[in-house]
């Protein structure tokens, strides 16, 4: 039976995972939860509602903390470097990152719906 020692022995380190995307292999982390969770909050606005800056750039905010080199490090520093790419790659990397962060398919559904509903994107 895993006690809580072990719990936190299996679920410390961090897990990579290589895929094919339609430009390339890409290499994706897990998060920790307080990293998802902070994430979470981040399209959350000081009066509660969804902040529509953040919400409009929530999938190129999420691959920025997922996307990793061949050493593990992050390779997008700014996710604001992101929006202008492709979309479909775009979303293909935020599948596969909420995939492997364990984030279920509905969740992702309410956060593109919630992004879909936040009025569109910003002008800048």
């Excluded at 920790?32 to 981040?42: F, I, L, Q």
Aim: proline share 2%; net charge negative; charged share 35%.
């Amino acid at each position: 039976m895993l006690d809580f020692e072990g719990l936190k022995k299996a679920a410390t380190a961090r897990r990579f995972l290589d895929f094919k995307t339609s430009i390339g292999v890409a290499r994706i982390r897990s998060l920790t939860e307080r990293e998802r969770s902070a994430y979470e909050m981040s399209f959350t606005g000081k009066n509660g509602k969804p902040d529509r800056d953040a919400v409009s750039k929530l999938r190129a905010r999420f691959i920025s903390l997922c996307l990793v080199d061949a050493n593990d490090e992050l390779i997008v520093h700014d996710h604001n470097e992101l929006v202008d790419l492709d979309s479909k790659v775009i979303a293909e990397l935020y599948r596969a990152c909420a995939d492997h962060c364990g984030i279920e398919q509905d969740a992702v559904e309410e956060i593109e719906e919630l992004e879909k509903n936040s009025g569109g994107t910003p002008a800048e």
